[in-house]
DNA sequence: ATCACGCAATAGAGCGCTCTCCCGGCATGG
DNA sequence: CCATGCCGGGAGAGCGCTCTATTGCGTGAT
């Protein structure tokens, strides 16, 4: 650095006022003669001011951050904190998260901190981190429902606003999907088009959501006489998929429909399916369920339950910055409805 | 919040000695009194305390955090400032990116700050953000070789590691890999398995590593009797795979071996591939690039150049660090080397 | 002309921390 | 026995900002 940067100090004396204007001007400017204010902002452009937030923040007691939080379950093998990380991102679903975020974040000039809180460790150092005031709040994204984090941060009293309702209650505000409803739409799709010997891969069933989705599935297939459904547990990723898939075929060969609880285990499903030389939609037919970037890139593309990730992820930055400001104290539970994206799949 | 948070005098009050004591228990600890140390341990377990980041940070002139730009090309559409995080994440090479970067930032209890810069504005908000001390500097990662931001940065002086050398010379630090190796990898491979009608879908070509994959392919190939190589130009994603590879098969329907410029890319083209009843790797070879976890789930698994991304990420954040500490102080270049992995499709 | 009133602008007190400077006490050496 | 040095600990000055209390000044009512 050549020499320090410029204060509000040194703006106030280039303009010949006191330094209480000039933080008039840069702020909300109320009660600021025009001429003043031309003269400040002109002073301002000749010194390069720009504000130190520390200071600020010291003051206000906001630091117009927000930390992100991707929590994972219990302890996670040392394997990798990074491993996580790349997992994670491994689903395009985060990145949708993050967009709607960022979405309603920047605007309003507020930014995300990109935290991972896999471990008992990390979670700590999540509380820490808002503890030291270093973000006003934070935003929970977590792969599992047995995630202790949601509660840890009820129980400190920080602004917290969760994506997916916990699987305890806890006292915070959270954004959802009527994922029964989801299911049911594509339960009644696949039976609507002749489908008759329907399976499922579900969710890992410690998420509430997959739990929801395989439950809004059976009741729908009980409703029109179909009692027993063949399920196979995945785990939202790729690989399960293609596991699951094929022990479904092993045990359910004339499967000729399948529900799968995420469009990247419908992919999965795809390729087990083509491979074992069943053609999708006319031999078996696939629905997924998020409509994510795999949906439109799958072959064929798939028919899905459409969740507005973007949507919620922004309302739940909604959230919490209603939280953070004092507007809303009550933890409040937003629920989105889903709706079936028709394509080739089925 | 029921009362305010303890203070460093609170915890003094408590364990009767003076803030300075418990500063340097805080801190570095250097010549305390082991009892002493033990009786402030105590007493900040018994307060709570958690020592306030903002007031440190005015003092220090340190925040522990740095901003993980994402940086686009010129002015991309308004379409999207979040379309833009979804697009980038869609591509499981930048979750390694940040996979990598967490994986080194956090033992050190730095902090990245997720920042996306798209458009003018948004690349004016990160620079003001470093300006105004709330992040000690930038990791760049850059979609497109004419990034305006590492020019800007430079200028400004302000601490900053890229990702991949720029494509106008700019006095930062970077990572990269030798594009050109990898590139010569791949064309000696299919030109050892028997592959003579060869074709290649490139990356962009305003981006330098696009750039040099090709130049190394060509080269390699015309050292090897092949002057002449086919070319569709890619853009990284699914989709633009696909276009490259009709477009390829249309004007050289004889083609025996592809090199596509990243996986993505690569999984497109074997889906094209397949539909028009080619077999892969039989009837046409498949190399891909990045060996991200595309290629491991693509069917047939992808034959790639390995780029250890995770490696490549960390080892920015060290140069940032080292440069912020002023440990390093000149710009420097480390460049990776890339690995041939051997799996099915070549 | 006097006084109350409103508004623009200033003065100055912190926010919670770090860090330099200083002081007191003990061990050491002449 | 006193001068010297060292080391643990305290006092206090800021870091750059916000914000309340206060001053100064022009305006309209009395």
């Not at 975020?101 to 507020?110: A, D, E, Q």
């Amino acid at each position: 650095m050549s020499r320090r940067a410029p204060t509000l100090e040194d703006v106030a004396r280039e303009a010949g006022v006191s330094r209480a204007t000039v933080s008039r001007v840069v702020n909300g400017i109320r009660n600021v003669d025009p001429q003043i204010q031309e003269l400040v902002r002109r002073a301002i452009e000749r010194t390069g001011y720009a504000p130190n937030r520390a200071a600020r923040s010291l003051v206000t007691r906001r630091t117009e951050t927000v930390a992100l939080v991707v929590s994972g379950a219990g302890d996670t093998s040392d394997a990798g904190q990074n491993a996580f990380a790349a997992r994670v991102f491994a689903d395009p679903f985060f990145g949708r998260v993050v967009g709607g975020i960022v979405g309603f974040l920047r605007p309003r000039s507020l930014h995300p901190v990109l935290m991972f809180a896999e471990s008992a460790e990390a979670r700590e150092e999540v509380l820490t981190y808002l503890r030291q005031g270093r973000a006003d709040g934070a935003l929970v994204v977590s792969t599992h429902a047995d995630d202790p984090l949601p509660a840890l941060l009820a129980d400190a009293r920080l602004p917290a606003v969760l994506f997916a309702r916990p699987s305890r209650p806890v006292p915070l505000s959270y954004v959802d999907l009527a994922h029964r409803d989801g299911a049911h739409l594509a339960a009644e799709h696949l039976l609507a088009r002749g489908c008759r010997r329907l399976g499922t891969i579900s969710g890992p069933l410690d998420v509430a959501a997959s739990q929801e989705r395989l439950a809004g599935f059976r009741d729908t297939l009980a409703r029109h006489g179909h009692p027993y459904v063949p399920v196979a547990e995945g785990g939202f990723t790729l690989d399960s998929g293609i596991t699951a898939m094929a022990d479904l075929l092993d045990r359910h060969p004339e499967t000729d429909g399948v529900f799968a609880a995420n469009d990247l285990m419908a992919q999965g499903a795809c390729q087990v399916l083509r491979e074992r030389g069943r053609r999708v939609p006319e031999d078996v037919a696939v629905v997924g369920f998020d409509d994510s970037s795999i949906a439109v890139t799958c072959r064929p593309p798939l028919t899905t339950v459409r969740q507005p990730v973007e949507e919620m992820a922004a309302r739940m930055a909604r959230l919490l910055d209603e939280h953070i400001d004092g507007v809303r104290t009550d933890p409040t539970a937003v629920v989105f409805e889903p709706e079936l994206v028709v394509r080739a799949s089925a």
